[in-house]
Structures are given as C-alpha cells and as structure tokens.
C-alpha cells in the first residue's frame, strides 16, 4: 500500500490505532490537535509538534528566512489556541545544508523571536545538525489550559465534543492564504522562465526581476506571516463562551470540519454564503480563474479557528469581533453538507494535504 492511498490522518490512524497511554497522567494522547498532560494542579498541559520541510511546506525561492521563522513558530502556537490553551515554551531543530548561511539562519531566529515576544513564549532549548536534502525545520510547542473564571474544571477544547445543534463559527476570511500562495508561483515562474532565455544567451547574472505584487499586500502577509489567533481565545475566555470543540485552520475549512465530525459522531450543515473572504482574495480568485469558495473551504494555511457553540451563546457569539457564524452541527446520519448560494447541497470533500500542495 501506497501512503498516497491512506493521506495523511488515515496513515497518522494506521500507525498508531493500537497505541494506548499508560500513565495516569496523559489525559489525550494522539488524534488532537495537542497532547494534554495533567502535571499539577489546577490547569493541564498541552504539547503539539509540527515539521516544515523545504519543497514541501515552503520555497526558499520566495520565502525570507525571517518570515519563516516566524511562520514556523505560529503553526505551532495555534494548536495550542486551538485547545483553548496559552503556549509557554517552544523547543526548535534545524537541519541544513552547506546553502545556509549563518546571515539566513539569524534571520531565522530573528523571525522565531519576534514571534515569542509578541505571543510572550519563551524559546527554551533545541538542536542543530546538518541535512543533504534541503532544509527542515521541527518545533514543539508547550503550553497550559487553565479553567474558566469561576470554574475549577480544566477544560482543554478537544475536536470530539461538537453536538447536535451547535452552532459551527470560524474566526478571520478565509482563502488569503492560498491566493498568496498562487501569487508567489507565478512570479516565480515567471522569474525561472526570464532566467532561462537568459542563460541561453550567456547573460543570467544580468537579469533583475521586479515581481509584480501591486495591490496583493495583505495575500502575501496571509501567506508568508500568518498570525495566531490568541485574541479570539482571550475574547472568547472574556465573554464566558466555552466552545464545546475547535481546531485550526491548517489544511482548509473543509477538512477540518470533516475532523470535527468524525471526531464528535456528527454531522454539518454550512452555507457557503456565510463563509467571510476578503476582498482581495475574491478579486484574485477571478483573475486566476479560481472559484473563491473552493480556495477558502480547500487552500489551508489560513490558521483561523474553527469552532462549534452551543445554540445559546448564538448572542454573544454573534456580537464577537471577527467571528462568523457559518453553520451548525446535525445527526451523524445526515452526513457533512455544504449549501451553496444557489440553494443547492452537495457532500463536503477534504482536500488539501493529500493533493500534495503546499
């Protein structure tokens, strides 16, 4: 069997569908978006890794060492959020090349700090060793669970406790993410295609490209600086509201709503219509000759929250900044749907990993 056959969660299930925990004090184990460890006292901790592979998960083509340093960190930083978590410390190895040099691996750092500093998280250790495939990248961030005002049960926000009729909400717009993407490869290819005809005619070391980004800012931050969403957890901490599941938006909308459902025995119902995208992601979306709504529910990387309420925080979850209702969860039996602007349903389909993008 092939590991294209099973994609990615399916070959995560098959490896460890017969691990079992042991010790008292590992509460979730494999299958969340963290671990959580009950360690003492009043508050639980929650540990998640992520690797980043170069040709993978970025192109040091057209992304700054700084940028992903800082990407690298928030990855991880929002599957802690994504437990309703505050991260506390983050661990980082690196393997490289003879490419890299010691300016690009400072901006990395450089990158990594700016986001401890802003996210108050301490960088306390790692590794460093050598690699003849590109650069990879491993970070493990730590963070804690603390319980509501008023409550003395720790909580962490699991994929498993969505019910039905509770509302589905997502934070931010979705899609920016994957547009930038797409800008980042046409100029890149446009760049080699110059580049070629320029060593062609024995000239390649003359050739200044300028990239044509005019108008496409904010893409290319949602791509290359995504931000972690602790004000929504803050926000939501403030007014009381205890989402009942949650996850980030790392492999597109559509796929981790199915998470979700598989996770909680149920099923979905979200209006396309509702889904919030920027403007500037629709209007590329056209000139790409993109539908707008395939690239948020499928692009991935956007690292929003997606999270379920129950129908009685409608009010003070409506009121939120930044926050769109989209949906609600339904009976296992009536399977995830999408509901189009024209009225019609169709089965959501997970996409994004398993495709082999970026």
């Known amino acids: 069997m092939q590991i294209s056959e099973l994609g990615e969660f399916g070959l995560i299930d098959h490896l460890t569908s017969t691990i079992k925990l042991e010790n008292a004090s590992s509460l979730v184990g494999i299958g969340d978006d963290c671990a959580v460890l009950d360690c003492s006292g009043q508050k639980r901790t929650v540990v998640t890794t992520d690797m980043l592979m170069e040709g993978i998960h970025f192109d040091l083509v057209y992304t700054p060492f700084k940028h992903l340093g800082y990407k690298s960190a928030m990855v991880n930083l929002s599957d802690i959020y994504a437990m309703g978590g505050t991260p506390r410390q983050l661990v980082v190895s690196v393997a490289m090349d003879r490419r890299i040099t010691v300016k690009a691996l400072e901006d990395f750092y450089d990158g990594l700090r700016l986001a401890c500093e802003r996210h108050h998280v301490d960088l306390v250790g790692g590794d460093t060793t050598s690699s003849i495939t590109g650069l990879a990248i491993s970070i493990t961030a730590i963070g804690e669970v603390l319980p509501y005002d008023g409550e003395t049960e720790v909580r962490p926000i699991l994929r498993s406790g969505a019910k039905d009729t509770d509302l589905v909400c997502v ?31 024995g ?58 459902c598989k996770a909680s025995n149920c099923g979905c119902r979200i209006f396309e219509e509702r889904i919030p995208i920027d403007y500037q992601t629709a209007v590329t979306a056209e000139e790409f000759n993109l539908n707008v709504y395939t690239c948020a529910l499928n692009g991935g990387e956007d690292y929003e929250l997606l999270f379920t309420v129950p129908l009685t925080d409608h009010d003070r979850v409506a009121a939120l900044d930044d926050v769109k209702i989209i949906g609600h969860i339904t009976r296992p039996e009536l399977g995830a749907q999408l509901v189009t602007r024209d009225g019609n349903e169709f089965a959501l389909q997970a996409q994004g990993w398993n495709q082999g993008e970026q």
Do not use: C, W
């Not at 300028?210 to 893409?219: H, S, T, V």
């Open 171 to 201: 934070s931010g717009n979705l899609g920016a993410a994957y547009l930038g993407l797409q800008l980042m490869e046409r100029e890149k290819q446009i760049y080699l295609s110059q580049l070629r005809e320029a060593e062609q005619k």
């Open 203 to 260: 000239k390649a070391e003359s050739v200044v490209f300028e990239p044509d980004f005019a108008g496409k800012e904010y893409l290319l931050e949602r791509f290359l600086k995504p931000e972690a969403r602790r004000d929504i957890i803050e926000a939501l901490r403030k007014t009381g509201v205890h989402p009942t599941s949650m996850m980030d938006i790392s492999d597109g909308l559509s796929s981790e709503l199915l998470h979700i």
